[in-house]
């Protein structure tokens, strides 16, 4: 097992608990980001468990080496714990996993701070996100805006978090910045005409964030997810449009990139994979990318994408984006966030290569705010200090309201195959059916307090987080 770097004999102990490649990716340039500490990554094996491969590229550029991970089966973790006595503990996963890693924490003889969080865009706020993670000290969330919405869920629910804003990881740009009021045109030829990637024009009079020097490129780089659109039909016209863009100009390539190669797992399921909605005989200028989302925006003129946290990462290195609205624009598609951004494009401009930056208006409310108002740390050390004077209770995790057999179950529907005990065993084949069955009655009834779900109004979500494929088969 790798030991855990100091930067100081008196730097704070800071271990992430994580499993899947995006919140690997998350807690590591979290943690990277912050000086003096001694931060260390802790890979829980669950069915979601990023590859070697895929943890190499989710540090990339995070500030962390491979020396700061250990890889660790969950029977192990109370006693690799146990010896590393962390000041701090970063819970970095899907809701389930935080739950189950907050009840292993509350085993410690040394009760560290517990602080977690959410690997990118956090809007709309959902009811699960919360109730997983009611029992941490502190929330880290990304922008005013998740300020709100999240106090606004709490209050609706009855569930109080202290929330402390941070910098998204990767609205960080990792270049050298230009002056913010130079509004750029990315054209290979400077012309307008098809095919050719045009970044629309800021208006001149307002102030712009900065961007970063970057050198000349021209791919269209699109930013897959597995969860949205949900559809197989609506996936197969986003395929046929990355068809098109690449067939519109043979000089520009178009990179699909994908978050796991086949075989590898990631933070949700994928039901129909691009590999296998794009057609057989692909153009020379369209090719799959696995490199990390820096990697892919190193080379990009634009990025295309429904609601992925690239876009973020995108606007931070200057690349223009077209978040795509050809499906609506719905808390289902979890783009809501780009209401007003003046980043949502259809599909027709995305072959047409018309991109643009966002509004400057929308910038300072989602997730680009000055890195004074970012504090979370200071927060952090706050709580340490309390922790260790006696003065912060521990808020800790109830045990399951089922009983033993609910907590083998929840155990069991986390860590899959690596649960090789009986009781785990028996609980899934106990509960997987009615599971199902639970989901199937929640998908049929009616939308709870209002129909906060369909609300375009709000922020939030009360709908139930059910993790529905938590359990890979």
Do not use: C
């Amino acid at each position: 097992m790798s030991g855990m770097r100091g930067s100081s004999s008196d730097g704070l102990r800071v271990v992430a608990i994580a499993d899947a490649d995006s919140f690997v990716k998350w807690s590591a340039s979290l943690l990277g980001s912050v000086p003096g500490i001694r931060p260390h990554l802790l890979l829980v094996k669950t069915p979601l468990t990023a590859s070697v491969e895929q943890q190499r590229t989710a540090l990339t550029r995070t500030g962390m080496l491979s020396d700061d991970v250990t890889r660790i089966g969950f029977a192990q973790a109370a006693a690799w714990l146990e010896g590393q006595r962390p000041d701090v503990v970063l819970l970095a996963g899907r809701g389930p996993f935080v739950r189950l890693m907050g009840r292993l924490v509350d085993t410690l003889s040394h009760r560290p701070v517990i602080v977690a969080g959410l690997p990118g865009m956090a809007i709309p706020a959902q009811r699960g996100a919360l109730e997983y993670r009611r029992h941490a000290d502190l929330l880290v969330v990304h922008s005013h805006r998740e300020e709100r919405a999240f106090a606004e869920l709490g209050r609706r629910i009855g569930v109080q978090v202290p929330t402390a804003l941070a910098t998204l990881p990767f609205a960080r740009s990792r270049s050298r910045m230009l002056s913010a009021d130079r509004a750029r045109v990315l054209s290979a030829d400077q012309a307008g005409t098809s095919g050719t990637l045009v970044a629309e024009r800021p208006t001149p009079s307002e102030p712009q964030p900065e961007r970063p020097v970057r050198m000349p490129a021209t791919d269209i780089v699109f930013a897959a997810q597995a969860l949205v659109p949900v559809g197989r039909d609506d996936r197969a016209e986003i395929a046929a449009t990355l068809v098109r863009a690449a067939e519109a100009d043979p000089h520009r390539r178009v990179v699909v990139k994908l978050r796991s190669r086949p075989g590898e797992s990631e933070t949700h399921l994928e039901r129909d994979p691009y590999l296998e909605l794009l057609p057989t005989r692909l153009p020379d200028n369209l090719v799959v990318s696995y490199s990390s989302m820096a990697a892919a925006l190193s080379t990009a003129a634009g990025l295309v994408t429904v609601s992925s946290t690239a876009a973020v990462e995108a606007v931070a290195l200057g690349v223009p984006v077209i978040a795509l609205d050809s499906f609506g624009v719905s808390k289902s598609l979890l783009n809501t966030v780009f209401v007003g951004s003046g980043l949502l494009g259809g599909r027709n401009e995305v072959v047409a290569g018309r991109f643009r930056h966002p509004h400057p208006d929308w910038l300072r409310d989602n997730y680009f705010h000055p890195s004074v108002e970012s504090t979370w740390w200071e927060h952090v050390e706050q709580l340490v200090a309390l922790r260790r004077a006696g003065a912060l209770p521990a808020r800790r995790v109830p045990a399951a309201r089922g009983g033993a057999m609910h907590e083998a179950w929840h155990r069991a529907s986390v860590l899959g195959s690596e649960d090789r005990t009986l009781g785990g065993a028996a609980a899934l084949a106990i509960g997987a059916p009615a599971t199902k069955a639970i989901a199937a009655l929640r998908r049929g009834r009616a939308p709870i307090d209002g129909g906060t779900w369909a609300d375009a109004s709000t922020d939030i979500t009360l709908e139930p987080n059910p993790f529905h494929d938590s359990i890979r088969r």
